[in-house]
């Protein structure tokens, strides 16, 4: 029925990749309403107040980024392992768990007030509740460990009975590096100093540094696929762009400890190596440039090859030259915690790992329904999704930083520093505008969902197009 | 070249580079554990100053307001707002939300007792005590 699938296992990934795209709907409506929460302030209060919206916002991202990566993860094993998945049903099984977990997540957050929920989900029996990006009832974080292990076993079994290969391998160090940092999670001091010290082990040391991994090896697999270059060369690559990430980020989490109650030698070593964590996203800029241009194939699916170039500039943009931009302690002095930190926040999110979850299922969707690639119309309108998408959210991010540099000025470095709301009022013009970006987002959003349905016009206009050269 | 760097050196590096990373990093760390108790005054750590930790977390107050530059953007700095403003203000602030005021950032009513707005202030003046090297920049946070 599928014939272009090596492996009927893989097929576990659409369910996956469905739900990724449909929670990233999500995480955009609620990003929506912040942003018009930041200019029309009591927006849905008390209805939704502006924390609620935001837990819901990030935690929409980072689940459907899971999803994402788990998709890849078991499309991309089996075919690299050339074996079918270790077991197909456990895959399925441990979908319905994280889908479940995560829609009475959401809800619980919508529905129930948060000191309610701790209390109704056993947070008092050990309180790791209301941290950023950490807001999941314990439940929810248990669940997290046991799909994550499940998936792990999984992958991993996949992985030894196969081939190995560096993709799969380091895709796999990835995965459980993702899952052993995420027990830093339950670890919440009573100290507020020490608690801030581990939390950044599961935030910082995921984004850069173990999911560097598994960006990477994703995106190894989609350009051995499209270019059809020399898997010696992309893996050889791939060794580079991870040795960069992890020698830079690891210390580099240190950008993270100068005002946070740490001796300030951070200053020192967070500054020197996180200035360097931009290396390895400028040579996974180059490795697909150079990858794309030495291909010995054309292959048909063009938005997949958009979307591998598009990843390889934009994280190097987000995450490279606007993390750069805040990360030496002089600077971060005065940016911390400020609308900069949002911007960075955005455009590192969105190239890095939005981006390889969108170019893994541009290219892997078509096969699993059962084509090589997508209809050139829906080829088409999918690549003005991604003009769309990624163009607003350059807009989005100068936007929040015209906010930044204002709100810096005004609130840290002038002689008369004024307070934080007076400042917001100032700035409003910013907000306004990364709000019309956000719709014009959306609206990229909603293309990119339609590309999936469109079909190729009726027969007659191919053979229109022939009819001129018989004549 | 490529003859030199195969990938089988390309990885060796890798695990080589990993290994010394995550040693110097955990040495830091160590180091840093040892240092950190004349930098955050843990000796402090009053039960009440837990109990305002405690309910600063369930009510994620960090969904709003940064907390030595780390949280929401949307609301003000708290890291040292025991310093700009004070305890009464404090209590006072959190007694009267929301402002209701049209169009304005609205901030949740939470129906403290007083001995959880106590918690709170002891919470929030312990953190203010913590040595941040001179962050923020000024009052304002
Ligand atoms: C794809 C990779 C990256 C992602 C997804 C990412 C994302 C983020 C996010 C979401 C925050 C805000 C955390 C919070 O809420 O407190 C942040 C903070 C920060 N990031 Fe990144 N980042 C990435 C890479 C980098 C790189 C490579 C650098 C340095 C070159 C960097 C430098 C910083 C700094 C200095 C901060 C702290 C900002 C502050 O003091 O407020 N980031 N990052
Ligand atoms: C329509 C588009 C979007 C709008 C209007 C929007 C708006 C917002 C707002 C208002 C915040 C809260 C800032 C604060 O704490 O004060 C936020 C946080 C965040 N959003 Fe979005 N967002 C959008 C799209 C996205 C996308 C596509 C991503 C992922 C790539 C994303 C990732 C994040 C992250 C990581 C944070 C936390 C940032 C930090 O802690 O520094 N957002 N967003
Ligand atoms: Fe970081």
Same mark, same amino acid.
């Given at each position: 029925?599928?014939?272009?699938?090596?492996?009927?296992?893989?097929?576990?990934?659409?369910?996956?990749?469905?739900?990724?795209?449909?929670?990233?709907?999500?995480?955009?409506?609620?990003?929506?309403?912040?942003?018009?929460?930041?200019?029309?302030?009591?927006?849905?209060?008390?209805?939704?107040?502006?924390?609620?919206?935001?837990?819901?916002?990030?935690?929409?991202?980072?689940?459907?980024?899971?999803?994402?990566?788990?998709? @890849?993860? /078991?499309? $991309? !094993? &089996?075919?690299?392992?050339?074996? #079918?998945?270790?077991?197909?049903? *456990?895959?399925?099984? +441990?979908?319905?768990?994280?889908?479940?977990?995560?829609?009475?997540?959401? @809800?619980? /957050?919508? $529905? !129930? &007030?948060?000191?309610?929920?701790? #209390?109704?989900?056993?947070?008092? *029996?050990?309180?790791? +509740?209301?941290?950023?990006?950490?807001?999941?009832?314990?439940?929810?974080?248990?669940?997290?460990?046991? !799909?994550?292990?499940?998936?792990?076993?999984?992958?991993?079994?996949?992985? *030894?009975?196969?081939?190995?290969?560096?993709?799969?391998?380091?895709?796999?160090?990835?995965?459980?590096?993702?899952?052993?940092?995420?027990?830093?999670?339950?670890?919440?001091?009573?100290?507020?100093?020490?608690?801030?010290?581990?939390?950044?082990?599961?935030?910082?040391?995921?984004?850069?540094?173990?999911?560097?991994?598994?960006?990477?090896?994703?995106?190894?697999?989609?350009?051995?696929?499209?270019?059809?270059?020399?898997?010696?060369?992309?893996?050889?690559?791939?060794?580079?762009?991870?040795?960069?990430?992890?020698?830079?980020?690891?210390?580099?989490?240190?950008?993270?400890?100068?005002?946070?109650?740490?001796?300030?030698?951070?200053?020192?070593?967070?500054?020197?190596?996180?200035?360097?964590?931009?290396?390895?996203?400028?040579?996974?800029?180059?490795?697909?440039?150079?990858?794309?241009?030495?291909?010995?194939?054309?292959?048909?699916?063009?938005?997949?090859?958009?979307?591998?170039?598009?990843?390889?500039?934009?994280?190097?943009?987000?995450?490279?030259?606007?993390?750069?931009?805040?990360?030496?302690?002089?600077?971060?002095?005065?940016?911390?915690?400020?609308?900069?930190?949002?911007?960075?926040?955005?455009?590192?999110?969105?190239?890095?790992?939005?981006?390889?979850?969108?170019?893994?299922?541009?290219?892997?969707?078509?096969?699993?329904?059962?084509?090589?690639?997508?209809?050139?119309?829906?080829?088409?309108?999918?690549?003005?999704?991604?003009?769309?998408?990624?163009?607003?959210?350059?807009?989005?991010?100068?936007?929040?930083?015209?906010?930044?540099?204002?709100?810096?000025?005004?609130?840290?470095?002038?002689?008369?520093?004024?307070?934080?709301?007076?400042?917001?009022?100032?700035?409003?013009?910013?907000?306004?505008?990364?709000?019309?970006?956000?719709?014009?987002?959306?609206?990229?959003?909603?293309?990119?969902?339609?590309?999936?349905?469109?079909?190729?016009?009726?027969?007659?206009?191919?053979?229109?197009?022939?009819?001129?050269?018989?004549? | 070249?490529?003859?030199?760097?195969?990938?089988?050196?390309?990885?060796?590096?890798?695990?080589?580079?990993?290994?010394?990373?995550?040693?110097?990093?955990?040495?830091?760390?160590?180091?840093?554990?040892?240092?950190?108790?004349?930098?955050?005054?843990?000796?402090?750590?009053?039960?009440?100053?837990?109990?305002?930790?405690?309910?600063?977390?369930?009510?994620?107050?960090?969904?709003?307001?940064?907390?030595?530059?780390?949280?929401?953007?949307?609301?003000?700095?708290?890291?040292?707002?025991?310093?700009?403003?004070?305890?009464?203000?404090?209590?006072?602030?959190?007694?009267?939300?929301?402002?209701?005021?049209?169009?304005?950032?609205?901030?949740?009513?939470?129906?403290?007792?007083?001995?959880?707005?106590?918690?709170?202030?002891?919470?929030?003046?312990?953190?203010?005590?913590?040595?941040?090297?001179?962050?923020?920049?000024?009052?304002?946070?």
């Amino acid at each position: 029925m599928l014939p272009l699938l090596q492996y009927p296992s893989q097929a576990v990934a659409k369910p996956y990749f469905i739900t990724a795209i449909g929670l990233f709907v999500g995480q955009i409506l609620f990003g929506l309403i912040m942003g018009l929460q930041y200019v029309i302030g009591d927006f849905m209060f008390p209805a939704i107040p502006f924390n609620i919206a935001r837990m819901v916002h990030t935690n929409l991202l980072i689940v459907w980024l899971l999803f994402g990566f788990m998709g @890849a993860a /078991y499309y $991309l !094993v &089996p075919e690299e392992s050339e074996t #079918e998945l270790h077991s197909p049903l *456990l895959a399925y099984l +441990m979908f319905w768990i994280f889908l479940i977990a995560g829609a009475l997540t959401i @809800a619980g /957050y919508l $529905l !129930v &007030p948060y000191a309610t929920l701790a #209390e109704m989900t056993g947070n008092n *029996l050990l309180q790791t +509740m209301g941290r950023e990006f950490l807001e999941q009832p314990l439940p929810t974080k248990v669940g997290i460990v046991v !799909v994550a292990l499940a998936f792990v076993y999984n992958i991993g079994m996949t992985i *030894l009975k196969g081939r190995k290969t560096a993709i799969s391998m380091i895709l796999l160090a990835g995965l459980i590096g993702l899952a052993v940092l995420f027990l830093f999670a339950f670890y919440n001091p009573s100290n507020l100093a020490t608690d801030k010290y581990f939390w950044w082990w599961v935030v910082h040391l995921w984004v850069e540094g173990v999911w560097e991994l598994i960006m990477a090896a994703i995106l190894a697999f989609v350009l051995i696929k499209i270019t059809g270059v020399d898997r010696e060369v992309i893996e050889k690559w791939l060794y580079v762009i991870i040795t960069l990430a992890l020698v830079t980020g690891i210390i580099g989490t240190g950008h993270h400890y100068y005002w946070i109650g740490a001796p300030a030698y951070w200053q020192w070593w967070g500054g020197v190596f996180s200035a360097l964590e931009p290396l390895p996203f400028f040579a996974m800029t180059v490795f697909c440039f150079n990858m794309v241009n030495r291909r010995r194939r054309q292959h048909p699916n063009k938005a997949a090859t958009l979307w591998a170039l598009g990843t390889g500039v934009m994280a190097f943009l987000g995450a490279g030259v606007w993390g750069f931009l805040h990360t030496l302690a002089p600077v971060n002095y005065y940016t911390h915690g400020s609308q900069i930190t949002a911007a960075h926040g955005h455009l590192a999110f969105y190239g890095a790992y939005v981006m390889v979850v969108l170019t893994i299922i541009s290219y892997a969707m078509p096969i699993l329904r059962g084509r090589e690639c997508n209809p050139e119309r829906a080829q088409v309108l999918e690549m003005w999704s991604f003009w769309l998408m990624t163009v607003s959210m350059v807009f989005i991010t100068l936007f929040l930083t015209g906010a930044g540099i204002l709100q810096v000025w005004l609130q840290r470095v002038i002689d008369n520093p004024q307070p934080f709301m007076a400042v917001q009022d100032q700035v409003r013009i910013f907000y306004w505008l990364r709000e019309l970006a956000g719709l014009v987002f959306l609206i990229g959003l909603v293309l990119y969902l339609v590309s999936f349905f469109v079909k190729d016009k009726p027969q007659t206009v191919a053979v229109n197009d022939v009819q001129p050269a018989a004549t | 070249m490529s003859a030199f760097f195969t990938k089988s050196r390309a990885r060796n590096i890798f695990y080589g580079g990993v290994v010394f990373s995550a040693l110097l990093f955990l040495a830091l760390t160590f180091h840093t554990i040892r240092k950190m108790p004349q930098r955050d005054h843990r000796e402090n750590l009053t039960a009440e100053v837990v109990r305002g930790k405690h309910l600063w977390e369930t009510r994620n107050c960090v969904g709003c307001h940064t907390i030595l530059g780390e949280g929401a953007y949307f609301a003000p700095e708290l890291g040292n707002v025991y310093k700009r403003r004070g305890p009464d203000f404090i209590k006072a602030w959190i007694k009267v939300q929301p402002t209701g005021v049209a169009g304005r950032r609205q901030m949740p009513q939470f129906h403290f007792s007083e001995q959880q707005l106590d918690d709170i202030v002891a919470f929030l003046k312990w953190t203010s005590e913590i040595n941040t090297e001179n962050w923020p920049p000024n009052i304002e946070g």
